[in-house]
């Protein structure tokens, strides 16, 4: 069970493309946070105990947060999330070399613990059709994924036309992923909340020319570095920010223990007052805690991060 370095599938994968034009176009109706449909072709693999029961707005942790650990020991890994308090995993993009059978066995292993997925982080291979976006959607199927996010559009630089032409491929991947039950997003960074020369912010070209099946991940950190008002990002994109990255900042560098090393609560992030946003107006249906390392090693950072979190919003 679970091998280390799993590879392609491509012959199931093939078969896979044959047969998801049966997946009938009533599982779009399916809100993310209700049970994960899977196509017809994967119901037989599907464990099948019940998950245990979510609050309204289920509490997850993006697991690069603990990428030291997942890279040593997924399985173990994912029973330490689910035995901390952790409700929902976000996989990275190292999940995209697993193997179909694999994917089915992280699968069962999440449906004993009570885990859910409801979204991954993707390099733009999973954007792009054929083989790339084929495995992206078998993949994301199988382990009951909702919403394909690109991680990053890359450190280069990128002209207004650029932008826009990236977010043409994005566009024409929701109209292809919504047939499979699947859409896709967008995680901000720092950089997308600075203005193009002589043109708008990069996030409202993002939001402008995407439709409104197209998520807009909100990561609150590097909201707050840019300086821009996280209350007005999700006013102005209402029903669009399905999940938030609970990572805080403050200011200051690594070496002071400040920047994105402090833990969930010590920043600077207006956290009662984005949460009641994004859930009055955002359309969150689930949170993600983001650490990019601390003071305290990775399950640690964890679960201090979750006890500040569970704290906050008793007193909201």
Not at 49 to 55: L, V
Not at 61 to 76: D, F, H, I, K
Not at 281 to 297: D, I
Request: aromatic share 10%; glycine share 8%.
């Amino acid at each position: 069970m679970f091998p280390t370095t799993p590879k392609m599938d491509s012959l199931t994968r093939r078969n896979f493309l044959a047969l998801s034009t049966l997946v009938p176009a009533a599982l779009l109706a399916q809100s993310v946070i209700g049970t994960p449909v899977l196509a017809a072709t994967d119901l037989s693999s599907a464990n099948s105990s019940a998950p245990k029961p979510f609050e309204k707005y289920p509490i997850g942790l993006e697991l690069y947060s603990v990428r030291g650990e997942l890279a040593r020991n997924l399985p173990g890994t994912l029973r330490e999330v689910a035995r901390l308090g952790y409700e929902v995993v976000e996989f990275y993009s190292p999940y995209y070399a697993w193997t179909m059978p694999y994917a089915k066995e992280v699968r069962s292993l999440m449906d004993d613990l009570g885990l859910r997925c409801f979204s991954t982080h993707n390099h733009l291979e999973s954007f792009t059709p054929g083989e790339g976006m084929a495995k992206a959607i078998e993949l994301n199927q199988i382990i009951g994924a909702r919403h394909l996010i690109l991680a990053s559009a890359g450190r280069e630089d990128k002209s207004l036309e650029e932008w826009k032409t990236l977010c043409a491929q994005l566009s024409t991947a929701v109209r292809q992923l919504l047939p499979h039950g699947l859409t896709a997003g967008f995680h901000n960074h720092q950089t997308e909340w600075k203005p193009l020369e002589g043109g708008p912010r990069v996030m409202d070209v993002i939001a402008a020319n995407t439709p409104k099946e197209f998520v807009l991940q909100f990561d609150v950190g590097t909201c707050m570095e840019a300086g821009a008002d996280p209350i007005a990002w999700i006013k102005a994109n209402p029903g669009r920010i399905r999940s938030v990255h609970l990572k805080d900042w403050a200011p200051g560098s690594h070496a002071e223990e400040k920047s994105y090393r402090v833990l969930f609560g010590e920043g600077v992030s207006p956290w009662a007052e984005i949460m009641a946003a994004v859930e009055s107006t955002g359309g969150v249906e689930y949170y993600l805690m983001e650490q990019e390392g601390s003071r305290f090693s990775e399950f640690e950072t964890a679960q201090r991060c979750l006890a500040s979190w569970k704290k906050i919003r008793n007193n909201a």
